[in-house]
């Protein structure tokens, strides 16, 4: 463009003395720097669209950053409140928790005590006037021992199952399930003998915990199999597998009695019975085993039929050794 404007005024400064034919050039020359600055004008405008546009655009961007940088400083602080609150009432969670424990404890002592005295008193009034009471009077007396220690038996199950994860999950280790089935065969000896039962287990996984956790559960698992057994010599099997979530499955199968499937959701609940009370204990202990397995973040399920035995399946994610 300015080599045309320049043109132009050599061409206008000689103007006398141009030809026809340089004529005809400025003319063209003209008609250019009048295009050029069509097209200057043309854009400007376009541009200044443009411009106005893009102003437009970002005082909007502006206005809703202020008022999303408004909301979220007034979600900040709603949340550091809700935060104060949270933390109020785990600390008052604890605090109950901790009164609970020392609650369960003295009650569980307490109870504990006059028990003991009823049936020490019991006993000693079978013994001395055993020749003066009737078969009524002893049988009445077997009822008031057997029930003296049954409540016994409650309360120490209640309170076992009390203190489960009062300890949290610390000073855990790598623990060998085999390792931990021979301890439990060691513990359940007199009933294994008696019953003539037969503990059969394959390599087993390691896992990480607190070794006394995994004694509970699977001794309450093989003394159950024990205890319900059928007429068969008891036999349970201890297996395992990985599953596809890498996770670990270990399966304690039995040929014992079974158990309906109407009670298999209920099965877990603590003080739960299903045999009518035909057998010793509280009933408490396959809520222990439940209880010890949501400790770690695992599960616990039953399949089982009546006759056909039963089998527990434990998951265990992310407490594998490597």
Known sequence: MFKSIDALHHYITQLVTLSEQDKKVMVQHISAIHSELEDINSNYKSSEKERDLATKYLNKTIIDLERNH????????????????????????????EELEQFTYIASHDLKSPLRTISSYAQLLQ???????????????????????????????????????????????????????????????????????????????????????????????????????????????????????????????????????????????????IDGGNVSGAGIGLAICKKICTMYSGKISIDSEVDQGTTFTILLKDLIQS
């Not at 408004?70 to 809700?82: M, P, R, W, Y």
């Open 70 to 97: 408004k909301q979220l400083s007034e979600a900040n602080t709603f949340l550091a409140h809700q935060n104060v609150i949270i933390d109020n009432n785990l600390q008052k969670l604890i605090s109950a928790y």
């Open 127 to 273: 013994a001395r006037y055993t020749d003066k009471l009737d078969a009524k009077a002893h049988e009445y007396l077997d009822i008031i021992i057997q029930s003296m220690h049954n409540m016994t038996d409650v309360i120490d199950d209640s309170l076992a199952y009390s203190r489960i994860g009062r300890e949290g999950l610390k000073r855990t280790k790598p623990i060998k399930i085999k390792d931990v089935i021979e301890i439990v065969n060691k513990n359940l000896e007199t009933e294994i003998k008696e019953s003539h039962a037969q503990i059969i287990y394959e390599e087993l996984p390691t896992i990480v915990g607190k070794k006394t956790n995994f004694i509970q559960l699977f001794q309450n698992l093989i003394a159950n199999s024990i205890k319900y057994r059928s007429q068969e010599k008891p036999i349970v099997t201890i297996t395992s597998r990985v599953e596809d979530d890498d996770s670990w499955c270990i399966l304690v199968t039995d040929n014992g009695r079974g158990i309906e499937k109407i009670y298999h959701d209920s099965i877990f609940q603590p003080f739960k019975r």
